[in-house]
């Protein structure tokens, strides 16, 4: 069982920049991928990243790649979400996600827990 919190959503204008966070439970961190999920209203959840265990390996959805970049301190059990020049139809609900099976995923459904999401909101 892996337990996950996101933090640092809020509000900020186009072209502005945010850091998620999301704390896991310290058991067995590293046996887990990391992903972030997005969900918008009326949409259904959408990949945005993910990286490896050790952190080695990362995969970004294309409507953010090269302005988001995932990380993760495996010593802090976290995994970060760095979001620069935010657009509005990036405004989501934003979810941390842990995968336990080997290799890197993009289908939610391949995700075995999930945090309760941080509300990021992009005004124009």
């Known amino acids: 069982q892996v337990q996950l919190v996101e933090s640092g959503g809020g509000l900020v204008q186009a072209g502005g920049s945010l850091r998620l966070s999301c704390a896991a439970s310290?058991?067995?961190?590293?046996?887990?991928?990391m992903g972030w999920f997005r969900q918008a209203p009326g949409k259904e959840r959408e990949f945005v990243a993910v990286i490896s265990r050790m952190g080695g390996n990362l995969y970004y959805a294309d409507s953010v790649k090269g302005r988001f970049t995932i990380s993760r301190d495996n010593a802090k059990n976290t995994v970060f979400l760095q979001m620069n020049s935010l657009k509005p139809e990036d405004t989501a609900v934003y979810y941390c996600a842990a995968d336990g099976s080997p290799g890197l995923r993009s289908a939610p459904q391949r995700y075995d827990y999930w945090g309760q999401g941080t509300q990021v909101t992009v005004s124009s």
């Open positions: 310290g058991r067995a961190f590293t046996n887990y991928n």
